[in-house]
């Protein structure tokens, strides 16, 4: 199996930053893309960022220029959040599209979430 853990959020003032950390591990050949999403209460489950094996980005538009996505050593990834306003409090869940073998199928995981909160 493959395990996605999200570390580092939490409550922070409108303009503060945080910054998301997610690992995986388990059974893993690679990792082609890798991304953050986004949930708020009663909305749908959104894209803020995903990035590939090759470093390629991709925001969305409500969190460019405010947000960065990184990765490091292929299986963590980061999303270094600045500026942050009330309207980025949701549950923000790391994801990972996984192949676990050479020329392998691909697989989509997802992590448990974590809580951003931007409150004064």
């Known amino acids: 199996q493959v395990q996605l853990v999200e570390s580092g959020g939490g409550l922070v003032q409108p303009g503060g930053s945080l910054r998301l950390s997610c690992a995986a591990s388990?059974?893993?050949?690679?990792?082609?893309?890798m991304g953050w999403y986004r949930q708020a209460p009663g909305k749908q489950r959104e894209l803020v960022a995903t990035?590939?094996?090759?470093?390629?980005t991709n925001y969305a538009d409500s969190v460019k220029g405010r947000f960065t996505i990184s990765r490091e050593s292929s299986k963590n990834m980061y999303l270094q959040m600045n500026s942050l306003q009330p309207e980025d409090t949701a549950a923000y869940y790391c994801y990972a599209r996984v192949t676990r073998r050479i020329g392998g199928a691909l697989y989509d995981f997802w992590g448990q979430g974590t809580q951003d909160t931007v409150s004064s």
């Open positions: 990035i590939t094996s090759d470093a390629s």
């Open positions: 388990g059974s893993i050949f690679s990792i082609p893309a």
